[in-house]
T-cell receptor
Framework: NAGVTQTPKFQVLKTGQSMTLQCAQDMNHEYMSWYRQDPGMGLRLIHYSVGAGITDQGEVPNGYNVSRSTTEDFPLRLLSAAPSQTSVYFC????????????FGPGTRLTVL | AQKVTQAQTEISVVEKEDVTLDCVYETRDTTYYLFWYKQPPSGELVFLIRRNSFDEQNEISGRYSWNFQKSTSSFNFTITASQVVDSAVYFCALVEWGGSEKLVFGKGTKLTVNP
């Protein structure tokens, strides 16, 4: 099993550009989440999904969109990047047993200039 | 709303010292789960332990031990005989039974173990 994979590992954007951070898992997990990590702030939940076709907002959803068309994939879209979105982004998944631990991907380091 | 406080921003110790990382949480729910994750300098997040609110037994895993006290809303983590490889940022996290997927993290404690 590859676990949770994220692409790209690093990305530099200009303000106003759009992009999609990819996340995939091969563990057949129903639950997937996106977090951002900023210095001194810990991890904050952006969006999450409890299954294909079902998504919901977390603590800091503004400026981000998600969709979940398959169990495996949970992409995070930045429609118009802003410098405030400079961060490290982590995708995570877990199975349906409440509340088993989440498995995290390796992260994507995003810089918005 | 749930909240996790890790008051120690940074801790520095010398190898072989024991060190305790504090975690204090707030929740209105009677059913909840607490976690500790480790983030080494390489950046990945490593799961260490999960504890539910009905299990107050302390746990020991090798040099790691956890002290869960509901009376003080604390879930502290102790590393015995610390090693350089323990250098990392450690996060405490909480999810409420009624909080769906909303896992809330503390801001983390950066532990540096010097040789």
């Amino acid at each position: 099993n590859a676990g949770v994979t994220q692409t790209p590992k690093f990305q530099v954007l200009k303000t106003g550009q759009s992009m999609t951070l990819q996340c995939a898992q091969d563990m057949n997990h129903e639950y997937m989440s996106w977090y951002r990590q900023d210095p001194g702030m810990g991890l904050r939940l952006i969006h999450y999904s409890v299954g294909a076709g079902i998504t919901d907002q977390g603590e800091v959803p503004n400026g981000y969109n998600v969709s979940r068309s398959t169990t495996e994939d949970f992409p995070l879209r930045l429609l118009s990047a802003a410098p405030s979105q400079t961060s490290v982004y982590f995708c995570a998944s877990r199975d349906s047993t409440f509340y088993n631990e989440q498995f995290f991907g390796p992260g994507t380091r995003l810089t918005v200039l | 709303a749930q909240k996790v406080t890790q008051a120690q921003t940074e801790i520095s110790v010398v190898e072989k010292e024991d060190v305790t990382l504090d975690c204090v949480y707030e929740t209105r729910d009677t059913t909840y789960y607490l976690f500790w994750y480790k983030q080494p300098p390489s950046g990945e997040l490593v799961f260490l332990i999960r504890r539910n609110s009905f299990d107050e037994q302390n746990e020991i895993s090798g040099r790691y031990s956890w002290n869960f006290q509901k009376s003080t809303s604390s879930f502290n983590f102790t590393i015995t005989a610390s090693q350089v490889v323990d250098s990392a940022v450690y996060f405490c996290a909480l999810v409420e039974w009624g909080g769906s997927e909303k896992l809330v993290f503390g801001k983390g404690t950066k532990l540096t173990v010097n040789p």
